[in-house]
């Protein structure tokens, strides 16, 4: 069971773009709880805001992975891919994202 503390510690750290300091607290976390949907989601996203591209890269398309109908993974995919300036590669995500909803 996921640390709730933890969590919404990690969380209040992303609200405040605070960015490394969510990844040091969500990456643990993640390790105890790998299948956990939300926790990973926002630890790609605290990634992307630490711009650790990779990281957050790695971890988009994990999500994607587990959950291919999920729009908003698409989304983050794209976008981490498209700031580390791999356009071409973005632009199938970017309209798997579209036709899934999750726009911009």
Avoid: W
């Amino acid at each position: 069971m996921i640390d709730l503390l933890s969590f919404e510690m990690a969380r209040a750290a992303f609200e405040e773009r605070r960015y490394t300091d969510a990844v040091s607290g969500l990456e643990p976390l993640l390790e105890r709880n790998p299948d956990d949907r939300a926790l990973r989601e926002l630890l790609a996203r605290s990634y992307f805001g630490a711009a650790m591209l990779g990281k957050a890269e790695a971890q988009a398309r994990e999500l994607v992975r587990r959950a291919p109908a999920d729009g908003y993974a698409h989304l983050l995919l794209a976008r981490s891919l498209e700031r580390q300036s791999r356009t071409s590669e973005a632009r199938g995500h970017r309209v798997m994202a579209h036709v899934l909803g999750a726009d911009d």
